[in-house]
């Protein structure tokens, strides 16, 4: 599932927000490729805001994104503050699923609630947009619940809109 903590639209400015609460400014937020120290920062956020430590799913996570292969095109990503880790974001090219030309997807993206509205949530989905243009993917597409209108308001703030896909499900155990 799909996750932020970036502001939803028509909330003051990320640089405002941020500085006013002493926050670090966009401009000095860095993103990088995950590293192994980073993994209890990112497991420590998810923690928080999801309520479930899942330790052996990140370590798994990490293992298929956070390692890879060369040329695979997969990325793990954190922000940093400073030397703390913020947020975490992770993607993938996925080909020809559903029909569809190689596309990218985000399956992951979180910041820490203490450095919300501080633009992390946007530059972690530009660096991964950055890296897709590079491998010439064109659409990038996400999946999230219907009830989490942050993230719906986070992802439609930075131009994603419904696509032309219907997701379903059904129960395979009684």
């Not at 999801?50 to 330790?55: A, S």
């Amino acid at each position: 599932m799909t996750r932020t903590s970036t502001p939803p639209a028509g909330t003051a400015s990320p640089r405002r927000a941020g500085a006013r609460r002493g926050r670090a400014a966009p401009d000095e937020i860095t993103v990088r490729p995950v590293r192994r120290a980073d993994l209890d920062h990112v497991i420590a956020i998810d923690t928080l805001v999801t309520g479930i430590e899942k330790r052996p799913y990140w370590q798994r996570v990490y293992k298929r994104y956070g390692i890879g292969f060369k040329g695979e095109q997969r990325w793990f990503l954190v922000a940093l503050a400073g030397k703390r880790v913020v947020g975490f974001l992770i993607g993938e090219v996925r080909d020809w699923e559903f029909g569809s030309a190689p596309c990218g997807w985000v399956f992951a993206i979180d910041v820490d609630p203490t450095a919300r509205q501080a633009g992390i949530g946007t530059k972690l989905l530009a660096a991964l947009t950055d890296a897709l243009r590079e491998t010439g993917v064109r659409k990038l597409r996400t999946l999230l619940s219907h009830d989490n209108t942050l993230i719906l308001s986070f992802f439609r703030s930075q131009g994603m809109m419904a696509a032309p896909l219907i997701p379903l499900e059904m129960d395979v155990a009684p």
